[in-house]
């Protein structure tokens, strides 16, 4: 399907060169490229400004001598990240949430969008009307924060994995991915087979659903990465906060939980070292797995967003 | 078969299960709005006390004053962002324009990596970018002679919303753009095969194969947009958020969390939670009958 959708594209794209541009043609390419080129470095040169500055010495960055490229490289930033015990529990603790949360999220949407997929599902309606009702009313904060306390889940790990496992978003997603990428008549002749529902999910659909399962667990993987407000509110104890939580009370906040004023000033230029080396270390492993899931993406999505 | 249904069943009793407890049980707690709410106590154990809590909202000046601000930051800052939902749309028409298969991939996937970016680091980010001593802006506007003294962008309410509008469009621009080209895959080759044996240009192919391809995919995002007005969440004010440009941040979903969870004012900040929903509500449904009328199509 998306061989030749491919070919056609670049068939009439031979087709638009063979045609000769005309001069309005060509102005309008030529502004097309220079809008393009600007909202490219609006939206990358945060990021190498950053990156240059992490590697920079701290001197040449507090004096305003790194605006493009990294001045006088220094690694003590690094060092300082890799030696602070307060962010690498973090950092371990986030890459926990990322991956259980990830690995309960993932599980959940497959295992109710397989079903509501499917026509012959008995309580298919129902099922949807259920699930659509939570898109239409939700709770709120302060209740849903005293379910969770009763159920003894907060200052838990459970808090963070669990009261948000499941967007409903994805759901719709997975199941229309599953509608539209699996025939009926796959399942018929499995059935006919001798093949129950199991069986067919473990070989069938899970081998066939790379695409939306690469694409579910980018989106549910980088929601609990970058998420801090659930943290926020339910946890207490230090060692349980994932990174974001920690980047906020070192970056933002500057960390004035020391009273001692020498220590305040020492923390201090330890933010100010640490800081570019810090942001650059936390959005790593999102940015790192985001180029490969990528071409399942565009598919995934392009599939699971058709209407219907 | 009998038994295979069953077992299908089965793989939906978790996710139910799930649904139940965090997203139907919180309902209940609506209750609370009509309660003196009192922590470690049944709810049947605290006083009932109407609609108390309701006309608490507009009871004093003071209240009603605090209420018209932060729906007005909140609406503001929709509005705002409403008014610039076309730019991923653009965005993709633009880059759909690259001949080059690769290139547009590189772009798209460059452009993007803002959307994976933590709201917390996109603050770390900004506020290095801004710095009053020293930042990058700041040295580039004084030696442009544009300003004499360095600018605290991020501790004044001035253009605060603009501000913030700002950097949702830098996060959103790639990924919002996703959604377009897959629109604009689905319109057919042969309308621009037509099109340019009939003599018409690039622009003239954008603006009327691709554009009026796009409108529908548009139309229902922008109106999905305009029924969550309200819902702006809080990741991105809540960090943005301090002393100075506090009064012109604070949108209702702060607001709810300041209520609620800081001041332990379990009721009140309930009772908004009550009316954001019936309010958007009112908004999908109010804007899905819109959809009907002007389009002859719903968007749900």
Redesign the interface.
């Known amino acids: 399907m998306s061989a030749i959708?491919g070919d056609?594209?670049?068939?009439?794209?031979a087709?638009?060169?063979g045609?000769r541009?005309?001069r309005?043609?060509r102005i309008?390419?030529g502004l097309?490229?220079l809008?393009?080129t600007v909202?490219?470095i609006?939206?990358?040169y945060?990021?190498v400004?950053?990156l240059s500055?992490s590697i920079s010495s701290p001197a040449a960055v507090?004096?305003?001598r790194v605006?493009l490229w990294p001045v006088e490289i220094s690694f003590d930033g690094y060092r300082a990240v890799f030696q602070n015990d307060q962010v690498l529990m973090g950092y371990a603790n986030s890459l926990f949430y990322a991956v259980f949360g990830t690995l309960i999220s993932v599980s959940?949407t497959i295992?109710?969008a397989?079903?509501l997929s499917?026509k012959t599902?008995?309580?298919r309606g129902p099922?949807m009307i259920?699930?659509t009702f939570?898109m239409?009313?939700?709770?709120?904060?302060?209740?849903?924060?005293?379910?969770v306390k009763e159920?003894g889940m907060i200052d838990t790990r459970w808090a963070l994995l669990?009261?948000?496992?499941?967007w409903v978003w994805q759901v719709i997603i997975a199941r229309t991915f599953f509608q539209s990428s699996i025939p009926d008549e796959l399942s018929e002749a499995a059935e006919i087979d001798g093949c129950?529902?199991?069986r067919f999910i473990t070989s069938v659909i899970i081998p066939l659903s790379k695409p939306i399962i690469a694409v579910l667990s980018l989106m549910y993987a980088?929601g609990q990465?970058?998420?801090?407000?659930d943290a926020l509110?339910y946890l207490k104890t230090q060692s349980l906060y994932p990174l974001?939580l920690i980047?906020?009370s070192v970056?933002?906040l500057g960390n004035g939980s020391s009273v001692d004023a020498a220590d305040m000033i020492k923390q201090q230029q330890l933010a100010e070292l640490m800081?570019?080396s810090?942001?650059v270390v936390?959005?790593l492993p999102?940015?790192i797995i985001?180029?490969f899931v990528?071409r399942y993406?565009?598919q995934g999505?392009?599939i699971g967003?058709v209407k219907g | 078969m009998i038994q295979?249904?069953y077992?299908?069943?089965l793989?939906?009793v978790?996710?139910?299960v799930?649904?139940f407890?965090?997203?139907?049980?919180?309902?209940?707690?609506?209750l609370?709005a009509f309660v003196d709410y009192r922590a470690g106590r049944s709810i049947f154990e605290m006083d009932y006390v109407g609609f108390k809590w309701f006309s608490m909202l507009v009871y004093s000046e003071q209240q009603i004053y605090e209420i018209l601000r932060v729906l007005k930051n909140t609406l503001g800052i929709s509005f705002l962002s409403l008014l610039f939902s076309f730019l991923p749309m653009a965005?993709a028409i633009?880059?759909y324009?690259?001949?080059s298969?690769r290139m547009r991939k590189i772009?798209q996937?460059?452009?993007?990596?803002?959307h994976?970016?933590?709201?917390?680091?996109v603050?770390?980010?900004?506020?290095?970018?801004l710095a009053v001593?020293?930042?990058?802006v700041n040295?580039l506007l004084i030696d442009l002679g544009l300003i004499q003294k360095p600018i605290n962008f991020l501790a004044s309410s001035d253009h605060i919303w603009l501000k913030m509008v700002g950097l949702e469009i830098?996060k959103g621009?790639?990924w919002g753009a996703?959604?377009y080209?897959?629109a604009i895959?689905g319109i057919s080759?042969d309308l621009?095969?037509a099109a340019?044996?009939d003599g018409a240009?690039?622009?003239r192919c954008v603006w009327h194969i691709t554009i009026p391809g796009l409108l529908p995919t548009f139309f229902v995002l922008l109106l999905l947009a305009v029924a969550n007005m309200i819902n702006t969440g809080?990741?991105q004010f809540?960090?943005f958020s301090n002393a100075m440009n506090k009064s012109s941040i604070e949108v209702l979903?702060l607001y709810?969390?300041n209520i609620?969870?800081l001041k332990g004012n379990?009721s009140l900040?309930?009772v908004?939670?009550?009316l954001?929903?019936i309010v958007s509500?009112t908004l999908?449904f109010s804007v899905n009958r819109l959809s009907k009328t002007l389009r002859g199509e719903s968007i749900f």
């Open positions: 959708k056609g594209v670049s068939q009439s794209a087709f638009r060169r045609i541009e005309s309005s043609d309008f390419l097309t490229y809008i393009l909202v490219l609006i939206a990358l945060p990021l400004y950053i500055s507090a004096s305003g605006w959940l295992m109710i397989y079903p499917k599902f008995f309580g099922l259920f699930i939570t239409l009313f939700s709770g709120g904060l302060i209740p849903t924060y005293l379910v159920l669990i009261p948000n496992a499941i129950s529902d199991m980088v990465w970058n998420a801090y407000f509110i974001q980047l906020r970056l933002i800081k570019y810090l942001i936390a959005s999102v940015l985001y180029p990528q993406f565009v999505m392009l967003s | 295979t249904k077992k299908l069943f793989l939906v978790p996710f139910m799930f649904t407890i965090f997203a139907y049980l919180p309902l209940w707690g609506w609370y965005f633009l880059l324009e690259i001949r298969i772009v996937t460059l452009t993007t990596i803002p994976f970016i933590s709201w917390v680091l603050y770390s980010v900004v506020f290095s970018l001593d020293s930042g990058v040295n830098w621009l790639g996703i959604l080209l897959a895959n080759q621009y095969e340019r044996i240009g690039r622009f809080m990741d809540f960090v979903d709810t969390y609620g969870l379990f900040a309930t908004i939670s009550i954001k929903t509500l999908l």
